[in-house]
């Protein structure tokens, strides 16, 4: 049995005869981590995906090239044969479990259906199998789980489920594409630390494709570093992250957000003001059932000033998202609400409508929050035809030119569509659409939390310059506290709808109060916090 459990050599992959993967070599010995970094389109998940042939062929070829699994070859190789590499040999966790799962079928059908294909299990040895795998991967109450569609599961859950499937068979390499995008940091830990114990535990090697430079560091004995379509450093983690040699290697580890939150009056004047607000969901169903209420939000009062940033924090399901909303008046409340000294709480959606200019939000995907079949310049000036309608044409056109230049994107591109853009740029252009009524305040819901390492610095920077300029009020929400760490100066913490700890930044994470803040900050940052 040959030590090297995967042989990438000189692998080329091509789309209409454009290559988009060109060249790549490297290899995973039995037991060992290698990550392989790079930001979005640099050919990291191609390449990953060559490995298991599920490439879109035949669209995708491979010019030349090999690629090895335990000695074989898979480039060519017939259905039968891959059949047995893909679950037997080599397992992959894909980046989104939500669309990776059937929403139509149970875990234990989806989980059995692998037992059934590679193992020939009966339904009962499968059940078993099912329940093993599920303990195996920490999932909580698992038995009762086995029954639960995708929807009814966490973020966290459903990666766990997704790593099980992959488990099933026992493979020799685990394939791990991005497997902690948008989970909370607490997730994102025990998830980091399952996959490490799993691969000592059953001596397996690990793949590993992220742009999160953090991962890498607790993760991979090896890197490999990606773009364009190339290998362009690769190395023991220790050398490349305390000497690397090539300059986007360099660019990488330099791009994490940095800094700290722009300079602001702590008398400014109060932008929102929300006391007490409560956010409750009736969750009984049906005339004679008993009543079942969930406090989404449960009396939460903050202060948002001119020039600030409120950065709220919390895992999934902690009341961020629903506070936001509510107090843009975006769902029924309970509580007050004030809009620059004006209580808006009780006022009718015709009575709010004339104040929305003064608040905006900008969503978390902004290719979701971007309708395909609107031109930039309709999707920007969208809120200058309800607010503005005395405006011309030119005049229109002129003021979105304007936005999307204080956004770093060329006005001559504001007649393309948002397929024809990348994802930081279709986020410039989702702040563009919020800053272009000149509000007080926005609300950022997430809105860093897809896009690579640079990108988000490059966000993080136009945020604070957009602050500085025109002294806008951001409500920041997001689960990664280093990108909060770079734009708030007050944090609260959220859990289970209430407000566990609330304070100036710079005292939040440095020295935390409550033990749910300091496992958010221990999880985030990979330290010990001091305690209060």
Do not use: W
Request: one cysteine or more; aromatic letters at 4%.
């Amino acid at each position: 049995m040959s030590d090297r459990i995967l042989d990438v050599n000189d692998l080329a992959v091509a789309f209409g005869g454009e290559e988009v993967v060109r060249g790549v070599s490297f290899h995973i010995d039995r037991g060992e981590s290698l990550a392989l970094v790079g930001e979005s389109g640099s050919g990291k998940s191609v390449t990953a995906l060559s490995v298991m042939q599920l490439l879109p062929y035949p669209q995708a070829t491979h010019p030349r090239g090999s690629v090895q699994v335990d000695g074989k070859e898979v480039i060519g190789a017939d259905e039968d044969e891959m059949l047995k590499i893909r679950g037997d040999r080599v397992g992959m966790v894909f980046q989104e479990p939500m669309t990776s799962l059937n929403p139509l079928h149970h875990i234990e059908k989806q989980i059995g259906e692998i037992l059934f294909v590679h193992r020939a299990m009966d339904r009962d040895a499968a059940r078993a199998r099912a329940l093993e795998l599920l303990n195996l991967v920490g999932l909580q109450r698992a038995e009762e789980r086995l029954r639960a569609y995708p929807h009814e599961l966490s973020g966290g859950q459903r990666q766990r489920v997704m790593i099980a499937m992959a488990l099933a068979n026992e493979p020799d390499l685990l394939i791990a594409d991005e497997p902690t995008t948008a989970l909370d940091v607490t997730v994102q830990a025990q998830i980091l630390a399952l996959l490490d114990d799993l691969k000592r535990q059953l001596n397996m090697s690990l793949l590993l494709i992220t742009h999160d430079l953090g991962i890498v560091r607790k993760m991979a004995d090896r890197i490999c570093v990606m773009t364009d379509g190339q290998l362009v450093e690769q190395g023991p983690a220790t050398q490349i992250f305390s000497a690397p040699r090539h300059t986007y290697t360099k660019h990488l580890l330099a791009a994490e957000p940095k800094g700290e939150a722009t300079p602001s009056d702590p008398n400014a004047p109060v932008v929102m003001r929300a006391k007490d607000v409560s956010v409750h969901f009736n969750l009984a169903k049906g005339m004679f059932a008993r009543r079942r209420v969930l406090k989404a939000v449960d009396e939460v009062s903050v202060t948002i000033r001119a020039g600030h940033t409120l950065g709220i924090v919390g895992e999934s399901g902690s009341g961020k998202t629903t506070l936001a909303l509510a107090m843009l008046r975006l769902i029924k409340s309970t509580g007050g609400i004030e809009l620059e000294g004006q209580e808006i709480q009780g006022l009718k959606s015709k009575a709010i409508r004339p104040m929305r200019e003064r608040m905006q939000i900008v969503f978390q995907d902004p290719y979701g929050s971007l309708s395909p079949r609107l031109s930039v310049d309709q999707i920007i000036g969208a809120g200058l035809r309800v607010h503005r309608p005395e405006l011309s044409i030119l005049q229109r056109r002129e003021i979105v030119a304007e936005a999307l230049r204080e956004v770093g994107i060329d006005p001559a591109m504001q007649d393309r569509y948002p397929h024809e853009f990348s994802g930081g740029q279709r986020q410039r252009i989702a702040i563009a659409r919020a800053i272009v009524l000149q509000p007080n305040l926005i609300v950022l819901d997430e809105p860093t939390s897809s896009l690579d390492m640079s990108v988000q610095a490059q966000i993080v920077d136009l945020l604070r310059d957009l602050q500085r300029r025109h002294s806008i009020a951001y409500v920041f929400i997001s689960h990664d506290l280093k990108v909060v760490r770079a734009l708030a100066d007050e944090i609260i913490v959220m859990k289970d709808g209430v407000i566990v700890e609330q304070g100036a930044a710079k005292e939040v994470f440095t020295t935390p109060k409550t033990p749910y803040t300091r496992a958010l900050m221990s999880a985030a940052f990979d330290i010990e916090v001091v305690d209060a």
